[in-house]
C-alpha cells in the first residue's frame, strides 16, 4: 500500500511565525503535491514537484514556497504566517498508471494548522 | 480552464436508500477518479475509470465513466452510516495535474 505521512496532524503558529511541513512518501513517486481545502472552496493545488529539485506553482503559490531535497520528501514553507493560511493542507504523491494516461494521487491524512 | 461540476453538493439520507452522484464537465478527460474523504482525514482512493462507457463496482458502489469521457456518476445502493463522507470527482488530462469537483458531502442517517 502506498503511504504518505504528513509531519503533523494539528498545528497552531502565531502570525509572523515560520512554519514547516513536511511530506513523505514511501512508494517512489515521481509527483508530489501540496493542497490546501477551506470549506465551499474545495481543494486548491499551491505547488507540485515532478521531480527532485523541481517545482511549478499551483494555483495559489502565493505566500508560500516549496523544497524537493529529495524523492520522498516535499515540505511546504509558510514564510510569514498569517491568519488567511488557517486551513487543512494536504499532501499527496503520484505516479503513471501507464493506462489511459492516469495518474493515480495518493494523500495523506492532513495537517490542520491554525494561525493566530 | 477544465471544470468539474459535482452535483449535489449536500445529499442526507436515510440508510437503506440509494443514491447517485454526478460529476459532470465539458471538457473530455483522459481519466476520471472518486475519492472519499472522512473528517479530519486526507481523500481515499476509490477507482478509477479509463474508457468511455466503462463501469466499475466496489461492493455496493458502481461507478460509471461517461460515453463521451466527459462525465461520472456514483450510484450507492443500499446507502449505510458508513458511507458517510465528502466524496470527490477528479479527472486527468494526462498531465500530472488533477482537476478536482467542489465534492458531494454525503449524510446517512441510522
Avoid at chain 2, 15 to 39: A, D, H, I, K
Amino acid at each position: 500500500d502506498v503511504k504518505v505521512t504528513q509531519s503533523s496532524r494539528y498545528l497552531v503558529k502565531r502570525t509572523g511565525e515560520k512554519v514547516f511541513l513536511e511530506c513523505v512518501q514511501d512508494m517512489d513517486h515521481e509527483n508530489m503535491f501540496w493542497y490546501r481545502q477551506d470549506p465551499g472552496l474545495g481543494l486548491r493545488l499551491i505547488y507540485f514537484s515532478y521531480d527532485v529539485k523541481m517545482k511549478e506553482k499551483g494555483d495559489i503559490p502565493e505566500g508560500y514556497s516549496v523544497s524537493r531535497e529529495k524523492k520522498e520528501r516535499f515540505s511546504l514553507i509558510l514564510e510569514s504566517a498569517s491568519t488567511n493560511q488557517t486551513s487543512m493542507y494536504l499532501c499527496a504523491s503520484s505516479f503513471f498508471t501507464g493506462t489511459g494516461l492516469t495518474y493515480e494521487q495518493y494523500f495523506g491524512p492532513g495537517t490542520r494548522l491554525t494561525v493566530t | 480552464t477544465q471544470l468539474l461540476e459535482q452535483s449535489p453538493q449536500f445529499l442526507s439520507i436515510q440508510e437503506g436508500e440509494n443514491l447517485t452522484v454526478y460529476c459532470n464537465s465539458s471538457s473530455v478527460f483522459s481519466s476520471l477518479q472518486w475519492y472519499r474523504q472522512e473528517p479530519g482525514e486526507g481523500p481515499v482512493l476509490l477507482v478509477t475509470v479509463v474508457t468511455g462507457g466503462e463501469v466499475k463496482k466496489l461492493k455496493r458502489l458502481t461507478f460509471q465513466f461517461g460515453d463521451a469521457r466527459k462525465d461520472s456518476s456514483l450510484h450507492i445502493t443500499a446507502a449505510q452510516p458508513g458511507d458517510t463522507g465528502l466524496y470527490l470527482c477528479a479527472a486527468s488530462s494526462g498531465a500530472q495535474k488533477l482537476v478536482f469537483g467542489q465534492g458531494t458531502r454525503l449524510t446517512i442517517n441510522p
